[in-house]
């Protein structure tokens, strides 16, 4: 496994755990570390033994506070808008679009470019001190890692409206509330409980997961019909290892075995 100066990464059980370890600047999201997270989610993605991965910040304060706003203070509008594009293709688009299933461990404050990271992952389980807000447009910019896309789709337009137009914070039971978190669990569980959930989802088809991803995925880009995408992506289970094993050990009234992702 390569070794990361901002990030750090642990597998057990098959699971991959990603921590952001810059505590002191709340992890905010510098170059460098989505530069270390697009290299470190690639490479779990691609280990055929890790099924799940889950995604949290190191300390008790904060996953991600945001973008490092000293980074790009000085930016011009084209640097600004590289950085954005950057941003989405290393990190936010590419988390979304993963064959591994990702869960995000929100264990404190997720702002901007945190909450963008949280809700690119697959799904988000919180701890009762996580506050998650995109403030941007209290520094005169607005999300730009998928932030005004996302958060529309997970919380509906007009409650995404006002979080961006207040940029204000929400704690974890308004965000369960709205759809944004699953579950809100006591801070020292929070691990544990997203690992549970893990180990439920590796004991499926990950071959079958990833086309889930795929099809669910498809109904949020433009121009592209879920529904026929579905409908590939089901076709494709039935040419794969996993589906025979899948159909074979229920009819043989045994558990499954699947073979990969
Ligand atoms: N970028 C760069 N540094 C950040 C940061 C960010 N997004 N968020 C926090 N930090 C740094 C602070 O500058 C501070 O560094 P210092 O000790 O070297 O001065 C350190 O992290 C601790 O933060 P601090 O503000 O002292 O903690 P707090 O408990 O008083 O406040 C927050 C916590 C989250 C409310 C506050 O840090 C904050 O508002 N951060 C910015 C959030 C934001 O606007 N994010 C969107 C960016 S687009």
């Known amino acids: ?19 952001i370890d810059r505590p002191a600047k709340l992890n905010a999201l510098n170059r460098e570390t989505i530069a270390e997270l697009h290299d470190a989610f690639k490479e779990n993605d691609e280990d055929p033994d890790i099924k799940v991965i889950i995604i949290t910040g190191s300390g008790e304060k904060a996953f991600v506070a945001g973008a490092d706003i000293s980074e790009f203070a000085d930016f011009s509008v084209t640097e600004g808008e590289t950085l954005a594009a950057k941003g989405q293709h ?22 901007g470019g945190g909450l963008e990271l949280a809700m690119a992952c697959h799904f988000r389980v919180a701890s009762p001190n996580a506050r998650m807000g995109l403030p941007e447009v209290s520094l005169g910019v607005i999300p730009g890692y998928g932030g005004t896309q996302r958060l529309p789709q997970l919380v509906g337009k007009g409650k995404a409206l006002e979080m961006i137009m207040t940029a204000g914070m929400i ?7 709205y759809g944004l978190v ?41 121009g592209v019909d879920g529904y026929k995408a579905e409908i590939k992506a089901f076709g494709s289970c039935f040419g794969t290892e996993d589906f025979r ?17």
């Not at 290393?90 to 702002?111: S, Y």
């Not at 094993?245 to 992702?261: D, H, I, Q, S, V």
């Open 245 to 261: 094993e899948g159909t074979t050990a229920f009819l043989e009234k045994r558990k499954a075995e699947f073979p990969g992702k």
């Open 1 to 19: 496994m390569e070794e990361y100066k901002n990030i750090y990464v642990e597998e057990e059980n098959h699971i991959a755990f990603i921590t």
């Open 90 to 111: 290393l990190l936010f688009d590419f988390v979304e679009h993963l064959r591994t299933p990702v869960i995000a461990a929100v264990n404190g404050f997720a702002l």
């Open 182 to 222: 699953n579950h809100v669990v006591p801070q020292e569980e929070l691990l544990d409980f997203c690992e549970d959930l893990a180990l439920k989802i590796s004991k499926n088809s990950g071959v079958a997961i990833a086309a889930a991803i795929q099809a669910v995925n498809a109904g949020y880009k433009d």
């Open 171 to 177: 704690n974890a039971e308004e965000a369960k509330t």
